[in-house]
Antibody, heavy 115, light 106 residues
């Protein structure tokens, strides 16, 4: 059973870059598509990006100019960078498997954007 | 851009009764419709994919149906653990989620 765990700073200052890592266990990073999804407090879900280890990548058009998703096959990890953050980027960030649907999820990590 | 509209926003149902949740897509063309259950403080859990296929370990009381632009999640006999928020999600160029339906105890 594949398991995912998000890690990264819980507090980011406005205009800086949010960086998160998802560590995969119980499965290979080459076996799935990998996605990032976020959920502002008390609100719904928003898909951010997905990537496959071959380099296939897709970004949410509303975030595309600020987002980078990458994979490190040697560490069985994938990462998210979101630049120029504002308070509107405050959310629980989840990593998940898949792209047409998402069947394994991490527990999520709350990232707050505040000075 | 694909927009998914879920109704109702809140549904009040008594345990043991049937619950019917709806999801309408602004565009037709994909059967890649999924349903998720989310409880407070937990990540979403995949219930249904491909509009009607139950995910691994999902009880048979959960069923999905629909095609085109109209989709339905039915929970045949509500258990206490089923009261949660439910999201639909579709892939059409990129993944999109509905705004959610909160299923509460009547």
């Amino acid at each position: 059973q594949v398991q995912l765990q998000e890690s990264g700073p819980g507090l980011v200052k406005p205009s800086e870059t949010l960086s998160l890592t998802c560590t995969v266990s119980g499965g290979s990073i080459t076996s799935f598509y990998w996605s990032w999804i976020r959920q502002p407090p008390g609100k719904g879900l928003e898909w951010i990006a997905y990537r496959y280890y071959t380099g296939i990548t897709s970004y949410n058009p509303s975030l595309k100019s600020r987002v980078t998703i990458s994979i490190d096959t040697s560490k069985n990890q994938f990462s998210l960078k979101l630049s120029s953050v504002t308070a509107a980027d405050t959310a629980v960030y989840y990593c998940a498997t898949g792209y047409t649907d998402f069947d394994h999820w991490g527990q999520g990590t709350l990232v707050t954007v505040s000075s | 851009e694909l927009v998914l509209t879920q109704s109702p926003a809140t549904l009040s149902v008594s345990p043991g009764e049937r619950a019917t949740l709806s999801c309408r897509a602004s565009q037709s063309g994909s059967s890649n419709l999924a349903w998720y259950q989310q409880k407070p403080g937990q990540p979403p859990r995949l219930l249904i994919y491909g509009a009607s296929t139950r995910a691994t370990g999902i009880p048979a009381r959960f069923s999905g149906s629909g095609s085109g632009t109209e989709f339905t999640l039915t929970i045949s006999s509500l258990q206490s653990e089923d009261f949660a928020v439910y999201y639909c999600q579709q892939y059409n160029n990129w993944p999109s989620f509905g705004q959610g339906t909160k299923l509460e105890i009547k």
